[in-house]
């Protein structure tokens, strides 16, 4: 089983940056698909950004070129360095562990884009 655990979420105006970071624990980290997700108000949870045992990275359309994910075996954490946020960044933000058919989620981070 894994622990999952994010920060780094704020209030930040648009045209800004924050960096996301969602540690784990629990298992071993160098095995598992990370992603980051999304649920705005009123929304339904969105995939932002995935990457993969190996480094690959798949990323949302309405991301790509401002958001960038990462991990850091090492240090059993995966990152997300959000830039140019705007608005409809605002939502609170969840870390995924998937390996097979288990799926592990954080208890998530708020972002607000505003000014």
């Known amino acids: 089983q894994v622990q999952l655990v994010e920060s780094g979420g704020g209030l930040v105006q648009p045209g800004g940056s924050l960096r996301l970071s969602c540690a784990a624990s629990g298992s071993i980290f160098s095995g598992y698909f990370m992603e980051w997700y999304r649920q705005a108000p009123g929304k339904q949870r969105e995939l932002v950004a995935g990457?993969?045992?190996?480094?690959?990275?798949n990323y949302a359309y309405s991301v790509k070129g401002r958001f960038t994910i990462s991990r850091d075996n090492a240090k059993n954490t995966v990152y997300l360095q959000m830039n140019s946020l705007n608005r409809a960044g605002t939502a609170v933000y969840y870390c995924s562990a998937r390996r097979g058919s288990d799926k592990y989620w954080g208890q998530g981070t708020q972002v607000t884009v505003s000014s």
């Open positions: 990457i993969g045992i190996g480094g690959s990275t």
